[in-house]
């Protein structure tokens, strides 16, 4: 559970997020740094915390006297008092809706800046001290609070898992490699079959490079019906979008 912070503390942090927040009108990280360096003598001095205090107060001035961006500095700074109210502890557990992704370990600071960009609107309060973040493409996350001990056995498992994959994607190289012409990245003419890790699968498919009528001999040819033979054997192939191939162990 984090400490409640005091009023300067909050302004450090409040300082800190803003800092790092995205903002459309391109010109308030400037305001932002005019405003610390009038107060410190530098905008690149840290602030103790009554200089802190000084600059919340010149940047709640900036937004009640309609200063240029002002209505979305003050949205900002909404936003982060949001985001410190919701984010109460050291670690969280992330996990997507849907369940595409392995879990994942969020700490509480990187979290703080999720929030803060993804606004009240989209930055939700749930149960058990847990919060979501919703996404534009009807997604969603969600952050449930852990132990210290949980998040290193989290990352413990989600490391294991990656280099799970990366082996597996190896495997699927040395298996594909002799029989088929692989893609060249080097070459704007270097099409051929190209094994990508997602998510915890290794695909292959097809990568025409300049040359799109290539994509025939994947999908016509028999190089993709030759893939999946060639590595069903020993692993498990699936069908996947857009005329690819998914490989598990």
């Known amino acids: 559970m984090r ?4 009023p300067g503390s909050y302004s450090q942090l409040e300082l800190r997020l ?31 915390d009554q200089e802190a205090a000084q600059i919340h107060s010149r940047l709640v001035r900036y937004t009640v006297h309609g200063q240029p961006g002002a209505r979305e500095l003050a949205r900002c700074m ?4 949001h985001a410190v109210d919701l984010v109460q502890h050291e ?13 994942s370990v969020v700490s509480g600071s990187r979290l703080l800046q999720l929030c803060v960009a993804a606004g009240r609107e989209r930055a939700l309060r749930a149960q058990g001290g847990a919060l979501v973040v919703t996404e534009a493409d009807s997604g969603s996350t969600v952050y449930r609070p852990v132990t210290a001990a949980e998040a290193r056995a989290i990352q413990a498992t989600a490391r294991h898992a990656r280099e799970e994959v990366i082996r597996l994607h190896e495997q699927v190289v040395q298996i594909l490699a002799p029989h088929v012409v692989m893609a060249d990245w080097s070459r704007d003419d270097g099409y051929g079959v190209a094994v990508d890790v997602a ?6 498919r097809w990568w025409p490079a300049s040359l799109p009528q290539t994509l025939a001999l994947w999908e016509h040819g028999g190089i993709r019906e030759l893939c999946a033979a060639l590595l069903s054997p020993s692993l498990r192939v699936t069908s996947a979008a857009g005329q690819s191939l998914e490989v598990h162990r």
């Not at 400490?3 to 005091?6: E, Q, R």
């Not at 909404?78 to 008092?81: D, E, F, G, I, Q």
């Not at 998510?199 to 292959?204: F, R, S």
Request: proline share 9%; charged share 25%; glycine share 4%.
């Open 3 to 6: 400490d409640t912070p005091t």
């Open 18 to 48: 803003l800092r790092r927040a995205p903002f459309a009108a391109t010109y308030l990280p400037q305001v932002i740094d005019f405003i610390v360096r009038e107060v410190t003598g530098s905008e690149f001095s840290r602030p103790c």
């Open 78 to 81: 909404l936003n982060v008092r």
């Open 91 to 103: 670690h969280y557990r992330a996990s997507a809706v849907p369940g595409e992704r392995r879990d």
């Open 199 to 204: 998510l915890e699968a290794v695909t292959v």
